[in-house]
């Protein structure tokens, strides 16, 4: 089991950018998949973006696509995710996971969580 740590999160405005970091232990790692999850007050945990272990393919919900950027450094045992052009509605608790089987696209395909990190984006 992969154990995970997010942190980069923070207030920032409307239009700024922020780059997260989820730093993961085991040797499990370079051969899992890993997402971005976020959730905020009284919503449901929504996907945010997905990279395969080889940063061979990635996957990005509509509602991100064109902002968010996921990437991955096996070397480190880091896992990004670049944000830009922030809106005030991408606030929430953003979370890394490591994938286990099923949907990439669903939280209760992935095993292993990092405790969160906020991200508040200011009218």
């Known amino acids: 089991q992969v154990q995970l740590v997010e942190f980069g999160g923070g207030l920032v405005q409307a239009g700024g950018s922020l780059r997260l970091f989820c730093a993961a232990s085991?040797?499990?790692?370079?051969?899992?998949?890993m997402g971005w999850f976020r959730q905020a007050p009284g919503k449901e945990r929504e996907f945010v973006a997905t990279?395969?272990?080889?940063?061979?393919?990635?996957a990005y919900a509509d509602s991100v696509k064109g902002r968010f950027t996921i990437s991955r450094d096996n070397a480190k045992n880091t896992v990004y995710l670049q944000m830009a052009s922030l809106k005030p509605e991408d606030t929430a608790n953003y979370y890394c996971?490591?994938?286990?089987?099923?949907?990439?696209?669903?939280?209760?395909?992935?095993?292993?969580w990092g405790q969160g990190t906020q991200v508040t984006v200011s009218s």
């Open positions: 996971a490591a994938h286990r089987r099923g949907s990439f696209y669903y939280s209760v395909s992935y095993d292993s």
């Open positions: 990279i395969t272990w080889d940063s061979g393919i990635s």
């Open positions: 085991g040797r499990t790692f370079s051969t899992t998949t």
